[in-house]
């Protein structure tokens, strides 16, 4: 990896939560028998009906079983040297108001030397953090000061992606879904739904090399994306996706000055696609409306 010192290098940031959140058949409405679907991870089955379908399909909405709490974070970046470092926090049975406060700070250290980088982290990773912290305007300042590729997509585009998907599609490193357990044994299937209960058991190494596997995808997510100037991804049609990009992976504050996206067809359809001002609603009416400028992504 060879830095560029005329600008910031990229650092990723993910965490995991505490609290299990329940998947939910939209067919029967069983919470206990939604499982992965053997060959495809990105589907699930529910063994109760048969009901067989992409997983978010099967989510719920997180924030009502809020507070989640926080076991463990993480953040991978290149030294000056080019090597790799993985930064770890972590508590247990979960990390503390103060440890969560103590992360966030070391966070803004970081963001002195580094640009920091989510997926997601807007619409989760930094409204858990600030609300277990209970520092929301740290947590806001460094949410909307990072880029997060898949803001980007919901503010151009009107939907989200998954990180494995942009992986694949910019042939960077995937995540990993396989993990060992403390008595030797392996763990497919694995994922973030499946960490809380992990790290309650105390198979601490696993769902830390987990979270290891996610912020070093995601780092190298990141700067393949900022050196094509796209995104790419491969829809579940099959259909080879590009979405460009104008200069440098745009902030999440500056997001907000894009064109909005057409989400006029969805919504007409019946749906509620993800908007900008929506996935920020944490940081206060008043900081998105000025966000916003009084703009309508509808």
Not at 147 to 154: G, K, N
Not at 158 to 177: C, E, F, N, P, T
Request: glycine fraction near 8%; hydrophobic fraction near 45%; include cysteine.
């Amino acid at each position: 990896m060879q830095l560029d010192f005329f600008k910031k290098p990229y650092a990723a940031f993910d965490l995991e939560i505490a609290k299990p959140i329940p998947s939910e058949c939209p067919d029967c409405k069983s919470r206990d028998h939604v499982i992965p679907h053997f060959a495809d991870r990105s589907l699930s089955v529910c063994d109760n009906c048969g009901y067989q379908d992409q997983n978010w399909r099967f989510s719920l909405d997180w924030r009502q079983f809020m507070p989640l709490g926080i076991s463990c974070a993480a953040l991978a970046f290149f030294d000056e040297f080019g090597k790799r470092h993985v930064k770890f926090w972590q508590g247990r049975p979960q990390m503390t108001p103060p440890e969560v406060a103590s992360m966030l700070f070391d966070l803004q250290a970081y963001a002195q030397r580094y640009t920091l980088a989510t997926w997601n982290g807007a619409g989760f990773d930094f409204e858990v953090a600030a609300l277990e912290s209970g520092l929301v305007n740290v947590a806001s300042d460094l949410c909307l000061n990072h880029v997060d590729p898949m803001f980007y997509i919901v503010a151009r585009k009107g939907w989200r992606l998954k990180l494995d998907k942009a992986a694949a599609g910019m042939g960077a490193v995937r995540k990993v879904h396989t993990v060992t357990l403390s008595d030797g044994s392996t763990l497919d299937h694995m994922s973030g739904a499946v960490a809380p209960e992990l790290w309650a058991e105390g198979e601490y190494t696993a769902v830390l090399n987990y979270l290891e596997g996610d912020v070093i995808a995601l780092l190298d997510v990141i700067e393949k994306i900022a050196a094509a100037g796209h995104i790419a991804w491969q829809s579940n049609s099959g259909r080879g996706q590009v979405l460009h990009i104008d200069g440098q992976l745009p902030t999440v504050k500056q997001c907000f000055s894009l064109p909005p996206a057409n989400i006029a067809w969805m919504i007409n359809k019946g749906g509620d696609p993800p908007t900008p001002a929506k996935v920020m609603q944490w940081i206060g009416k008043e900081q998105v409306a000025a966000l916003t400028g009084g703009r309508s992504w509808q």
